[in-house]
């Protein structure tokens, strides 16, 4: 992606607020940056925090000579206004790329027309401090020009990989889309039992808070092998040890399989729900 390509956002939201934000810092011109927004208190903060943004009501006129353009509003509205859109994505063949959870780009494909290259992808909102992790997937028939793109503008918020099957896209969604809750309310409950054992409420805080960020460091700094960081951190009859074993005795790991489970099946609900497809 060149500083000359114009990119258009259908959504304003929290993830297309990270993204404008992401190809901000990374030196990507503002006036080649186009975002339609229906809700003016929005506009209104888009316009704030990134002058120069073109920010307006009209999505016609935001996608306007845009290379691509980055769908990311609700599943349930994303039909409406991409149908809206169809003849001029029909007119200008732009890399369409979808950050919205569940939609199928069978569906996405149908609502935009024949000849539109869509790329569907689940980034997270890590991506707003620029360390987030994002799943793609393209069909076959999506030249690797368009991939590239998409690709790269998801770069400059974190890190990406491609996935060869979409069904596993539900995965992504429920391992790394809604994947940092489940790592903020381990902190919070960590929190809270701090200061179950005495510890004052913001000290308990800055601790897990601190533990989060750094155990996320080694895991990234490291090679990959999680277990042996956790065995590192585990003396043997140690309190870690305890601790581990308390929550083995939880059925912690088969707790987040089940989170992971019902995420993955919510977004089967959604594509059912929301799609063109659906039979």
């Not at 069978?106 to 909102?125: H, I, Q, S, T, Y």
């Not at 890190?159 to 992504?172: G, N, P, Y």
């Not at 902190?187 to 155990?215: D, F, K, W």
Request: proline share 5%; aromatic share 4%; with cysteine.
């Amino acid at each position: 992606m060149t500083r000359d390509s114009r990119l258009a956002f259908i959504g304003g939201g929290n993830m297309g607020r990270a993204l404008v934000g992401a190809l901000r810092q990374r030196g990507h011109p503002p006036q080649r940056i186009a975002i339609g927004e229906a809700h003016e208190a929005t506009r209104a903060a888009l316009q704030r925090d990134f002058p120069g943004v073109q920010v307006g009501a009209e999505n016609l006129a935001a996608i306007d000579g845009a290379a691509l353009v980055v769908l990311s509003v609700k599943p349930q509205e994303m039909a409406t206004v991409v149908a809206a859109l169809r003849p001029a994505l029909q007119r200008q063949r732009p890399v369409v790329l979808s950050i919205a959870a569940g939609l199928r780009t069978v569906d996405l494909e149908d609502w935009c027309g024949p000849g539109v290259p869509v790329v569907r992808a689940m980034p997270n909102r890590p991506a707003l401090v620029g360390a987030g992790a994002t799943g793609l997937f393209a069909g076959p028939a999506v030249p690797p020009a368009a991939r590239a793109l998409a690709e790269d503008l998801l770069r400059a918020a974190g890190m990406v990989t491609w996935i060869d099957d979409e069904s596993l896209m539900d995965a992504v969604t429920a391992v790394s889309g809604s994947g940092p809750a489940y790592f903020f309310l381990l902190a919070e409950a960590l929190a809270e039992a701090g200061v179950a054992q005495g510890l004052s409420p913001e000290a308990a805080r800055q601790l897990a808070v601190a533990t989060l960020h750094g155990a996320g460091a080694m895991a990234a700094a490291g090679d990959g092998d999680l277990a042996r960081l956790r065995t590192e951190v585990t003396s043997r009859g140690g309190t870690t040890e305890a601790a581990l074993r308390a929550l083995e005795g939880a059925r912690f790991r088969e707790a987040v399989a089940g989170a992971v489970s019902a995420a993955v099946r919510r977004g089967s609900e959604l594509a059912a729900q929301f799609g063109a497809s659906r039979s």
